[in-house]
């Protein structure tokens, strides 16, 4: 999508060949190789967000739920670095996502240390 076709309001279309389906269950990861049957749209622009904390991650009713932090780093009136951790997004998911997240970590994190890790 270019400039003008954002600034006209048209959603970004971006194509995945795993990611979740909204079904009548929830949520659901497609198994390792599907392709997903359509287009993704973007009609917010959502940013990507550097994360680079997560002070809060648990279980509350039945959903797990993080918050992720981003370091913003200012400039105090000395000129020294004043840098802070701000909420880059809290997120709430499901047993099935938070294993599907799981394991696409899992793979990414082999493919960047050369190394097999165990399945869970």
Same mark, same amino acid.
């Given at each position: 999508?270019?400039?003008?076709?954002?600034?006209?309001?048209?959603?970004?279309?971006?194509?995945?060949?795993?990611?979740?389906?909204?079904?009548?269950?929830?949520?659901? +990861?497609?198994?390792?190789?599907?392709?997903?049957?359509?287009?993704?749209?973007?009609? #917010?622009?959502?940013?990507?967000?550097?994360?680079?904390?997560?002070?809060?991650?648990?279980?509350?009713?039945?959903?797990?739920?993080?918050?992720?932090?981003?370091?913003?780093?200012?400039?105090?009136? #000395?000129?020294?670095?004043?840098?802070?951790?701000?909420?880059?997004?809290?997120?709430?998911? #499901?047993?099935?996502?938070?294993?599907?997240?799981?394991?696409?970590?899992?793979?990414?994190?082999?493919?960047?240390?050369?190394?097999?890790?165990? +399945?869970?």
């Amino acid at each position: 999508m270019d400039g003008d076709e954002r600034r006209r309001g048209r959603s970004a279309r971006i194509e995945f060949s795993q990611a979740p389906v909204r079904g009548d269950a929830g949520a659901r +990861p497609l198994k390792a190789g599907a392709a997903f049957p359509g287009p993704i749209t973007d009609p #917010d622009n959502i940013p990507v967000k550097v994360v680079n904390g997560m002070p809060q991650y648990g279980v509350l009713g039945g959903l797990v739920v993080m918050t992720l932090t981003t370091a913003r780093i200012g400039v105090g009136a #000395d000129g020294a670095p004043n840098p802070d951790m701000v909420i880059a997004a809290r997120l709430r998911f #499901d047993l099935e996502m938070a294993i599907a997240m799981r394991n696409a970590l899992n793979s990414q994190i082999d493919l960047l240390s050369g190394r097999k890790i165990k +399945p869970n």
